[in-house]
């Protein structure tokens, strides 16, 4: 019992330093989505109307960052 502790308990504080290195950095994520875009929580577009999220190191600190997109294509006719 004490060992599966110990192990989780590693794992854990290797999670938390890896995260910790992150803080000092920033990150920057652009998708192109095919069709119109009806939904996003981006921070803006670029220069070819792509989506942009930036975010810092600490957004990662020990938790998973999420954007969310969602775009609508016209079903092709046969």
């Known amino acids: 019992m ?4 110990e192990k989780q308990l ?8 890896i995260s ?12 192109c989505m095919p069709g119109e875009v009806v939904a996003h929580d981006a921070d803006k577009t670029d220069k070819e109307d792509c989506l942009v999220w930036e975010f810092s190191g600490e957004a990662l600190m020990d ?6 997109i969602s775009s609508k294509v016209p079903r092709s006719e046969k």
Not at 2 to 5: S, V
Not at 63 to 68: A, E, G, I, L, S
């Open 63 to 68: 938790r998973p960052h999420t954007v969310r």
């Open 10 to 17: 590693d794992k854990v504080n290797r999670g938390y330093e």
């Open 2 to 5: 004490i060992a599966r502790y």
């Open 20 to 31: 910790s290195q992150l803080r000092g950095h920033a990150f920057e994520i652009h998708v």
